[in-house]
């Protein structure tokens, strides 16, 4: 089992990492992508420290949507900040979370694009898969993501949330979807189908965490070993077993981001 998405470089987990790891490994996880944020100093040093302690942990590094603004005056500026940060942390195994969030705007919809498009291209560039953030820009996603070919070097849709058809048009392109704690939720009913619909092939589990706790945890920390929980839950809605689920999403994983 891999967690392939969590933020366990965050100052949520620092007080009790060594017990953070230590019950992942227990839940049976041999590996987890830690999400740095490119231009988080106290992170990116904190991502060091997890890698001391558990030594099968791989990154991705990125500049999130959120933090577009920053690169508002020079948005090629925020890939020379993300290619500094890969070149400091020789694990870095993918380029991410980039992408749009049109939910919260935090940045100028043209800002985020321009930042989203640069580092598309550095991901290219280094050969890196992308892990992709979307929230209500589906149109805008999909259209930079094949203008910029950024099937080339893989692309997984990090904490999918999409419905069937949104899923299908990210399959038809060959993209991975990762599913998180929501599709244990008992009203996630749309993502429920997704996950009956995914190809064995292209599915990742994640936790996201510290966010998104799947039941039973809802509302409290999210951490990596909860990521069985939502194996769990993909595997009951597919009549299989979490055992099958994890060591699909596993091999993909290794598929993707050959770590
Ligand atoms: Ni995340």
Redesign the pocket.
């Known amino acids: 089992m891999i967690d392939s998405?969590c933020?366990l470089a965050g100052p949520e987990f620092i007080e009790d990492l060594d017990a953070v790891i230590e019950r992942a490994q227990a839940a049976g996880l041999r590996r987890a992508l830690v999400?740095l944020a490119a231009d988080d100093e106290p992170e990116l040093k904190q991502g060091g420290e997890v890698a001391a302690r558990w030594n099968e942990v791989r990154f991705s590094i990125g500049v999130h949507p959120h933090a577009a603004a920053k690169y508002a005056a020079e948005p090629g500026a925020s890939a020379r900040v993300v290619e500094a940060a890969i070149d400091a942390q020789p694990f870095t195994r993918g380029l991410g979370?980039i992408g749009l969030d049109y939910h919260y705007d935090f940045a100028p919809r043209d800002v985020q694009q321009a930042v989203f498009r640069e580092q598309i291209r550095l991901a290219r560039r280094r050969r890196l898969p992308i892990v992709i953030?979307t929230r209500e820009a589906e149109e805008d996603t999909f259209r930079i993501l094949a203008e910029e070919s950024a099937g080339e070097v893989g692309v997984v849709f990090?904490?999918f949330t999409g419905d069937r058809d949104m899923a299908r048009r990210a399959l038809d392109a060959g993209f991975y979807l990762s599913l998180a704690g929501i599709v244990t939720f008992p009203r996630a009913l749309e993502l429920h189908e997704v996950a009956k619909i995914v190809p064995l092939d292209r599915l990742l589990v994640e936790t996201?965490s510290p966010?998104l706790a799947p039941v039973p945890y809802r509302g409290k920390r999210n951490e990596p070993a909860h990521v069985v929980r939502v194996a769990e839950a993909v595997a009951a809605l597919r009549g299989d077993t979490a055992e099958a689920v994890g060591r699909a999403a596993a091999d993909n994983f290794d598929r993707l981001f050959n770590p």
């Open positions: 998405h933020h999400i979370e953030h990090h904490c996201d966010f």
